[in-house]
């Protein structure tokens, strides 16, 4: 499979539950990035990973936990959210997180209600 | 602070053409991307302006003007798949990304 891919497209939760959601790229690409999307509003950075090592946090709330076990495989671990948290959650990679020209390639998102 | 703005929605008819608009005030200029959004899948790279003037690609056309900070994506011969979302995206100088918040782009027989 190509491209980038997430897991699972679609996930309801209480406000107590625990879950994750997963992002695998085969690009061969260095940096990955966890986006929010939320109805009308422009994208929000979340999270950078670049060659495993985490860049920004661009002050997340910590119920959202990022892991980065591989330059292949992202994480988002959710806990203790609230109903402003549902949106589309978006993953994407590119060849690095520097200064190049850094083209996204994204995920299609996993589309998170939180009740 | 840094904005990004285009319109919310657009309207235009099968085999016309459409101009959407992004106007950014930024801190610093890297390079202005974008990107389109069909409903429920990934944002894809439609293209990226770091000096002025245009270009394109096929029937897609992005212009720029940095001392204006302004852009526009101009679409030709509509077609139907041509309905989505449009996402601008401006790089500042600390090579973040500052996004618009879309224009859905409704296209009609």
């Known amino acids: 499979e190509t491209g980038v891919t997430q897991t699972p497209r679609h996930l309801v939760m209480g406000m107590t539950n625990k879950k994750s959601l997963k992002c695998e790229q085969h690009?061969?690409?260095?940096?990955m990035y966890w986006y929010k999307q939320s109805a009308k509003k422009p994208l929000e950075l979340m999270f950078v990973?670049?060659?495993?090592?985490?860049?920004e946090n661009n002050s997340v709330p910590s119920r959202f936990s990022p892991e980065c076990p591989n330059s292949s495989h992202l994480f988002l671990h959710l806990h203790t959210l609230q109903p402003e948290d549902s949106a589309l959650y978006l993953c994407?990679?590119?060849?690095?997180?520097?200064?190049?020209?850094?083209?996204?390639?994204f995920g299609a998102g996993s589309r998170l209600t939180v009740l | 602070g840094q904005n990004i703005d285009q319109p919310t929605e657009m309207t235009a008819t099968e085999g016309a053409i459409v101009q959407i608009n992004c106007t950014y005030q930024t801190s610093g200029f890297n390079g202005l991307f974008w990107y389109q959004q069909h409903a429920g899948e990934a944002p894809t790279f439609l293209s990226y302006?770091?000096l002025d003037g245009l270009e394109e690609k096929g029937r897609f056309s992005s212009f720029l003007s940095r001392s204006k900070g302004y852009s526009y994506l101009l679409l030709k011969e509509l077609q139907m798949k041509d309905s989505a979302s449009y996402l601008c995206?401006?790089?500042?100088?600390?090579?973040?990304?500052?996004w618009g918040a879309g224009t859905k782009l409704i296209i009609k027989p």
């Open positions: 994407a990679s590119s060849q690095d997180g520097g200064a190049g020209a850094n083209v996204l390639t």
């Open positions: 990973y670049n060659f495993k090592e985490q860049t």
């Open positions: 302006n770091v």
């Open positions: 995206a401006v790089r500042d100088s600390n090579y973040q990304l500052i």
């Open positions: 690009l061969g690409h260095n940096a």
